[in-house]
């Protein structure tokens, strides 16, 4: 395992020398997506860390062109956010949300709303946490492109049993209305009442002034 290690930092040497820039890198990265997702699910947690700093490296060096992989690693990494050790859910976060930020989202955005609909909450509140976080950095004609899931994820999230992840929808909802207040008041006008009351009151608040990034 310390020699897997070892070629998990390799890699991520390659990218701070700008090795992962090139067009070559990026047309055989496939090859070894398998064999980082074998250390992605090692039971080791020191592995597992490591190769999730390894991914998040890669996807920012990549940028765009890493939205093919991202949506390879998703799954996998959905499974680690579950996991009672907290280094390798912790990392597993770490992973996404880098991913997210720097990935372009219309290729994946599919992969995160299946886990918005796990029957298992802590999954969900993550994941809705990455739609939020994938609505603040991505550009209105990405949005556009994931419009229609998008728009119902949000729905179901408003009235999901978890109050955490109510109000994070309620953060995404006010982001959207900024962008696009014509469609957002259509929506609006299909929650319930009490929904519509907590988005008035987290409105007038300033929820979106108060938010702050989670940083893992």
């Not at 509140?125 to 994938?134: I, K, P």
Request: proline letters at 2%; one cysteine or more; aromatic letters at 8%.
């Amino acid at each position: 395992w310390k020699e897997r290690m070892d070629q998990l930092r390799r890699l991520q040497r390659l990218g701070n020398g700008g090795c992962l820039q090139f067009d070559g890198f990026a047309a055989n990265f496939k090859y070894v997506r398998e064999s980082l997702v074998a250390q992605l699910l090692d039971l080791r947690s020191t592995v597992a860390k490591e190769a999730c700093k390894c991914v998040a490296h890669v996807s920012c060096a990549m940028k765009d062109s890493f939205d093919i992989h991202a949506d390879y690693f998703i799954p996998t990494l959905l499974k680690m956010l579950i996991v009672t050790v907290a280094i390798i859910s912790e990392s597993g976060n770490f992973c996404m949300r880098t991913m997210v930020e720097n990935v372009r989202c219309p290729r994946y955005f599919a992969r995160i709303v299946e886990g918005c609909k796990s029957k298992n909450s802590t999954l969900r509140q993550r994941c809705f946490e990455y739609v939020d976080l994938a609505v603040t950095v991505s550009t209105p004609s990405d949005l556009d492109k994931i419009w229609e899931v998008l728009s119902e994820t949000l729905l179901h999230g408003l009235r999901d049993a978890l109050s955490e992840t109510r109000q994070t929808c309620r953060m995404t909802f006010l982001r959207l209305k900024a962008v696009f207040p014509e469609r957002m008041l259509r929506l609006h006008d299909r929650l319930d009442g009490v929904s519509q009351k907590m988005l008035a009151e987290d409105e007038a608040n300033g929820i979106l002034r108060r938010s702050e990034r989670i940083t893992p």
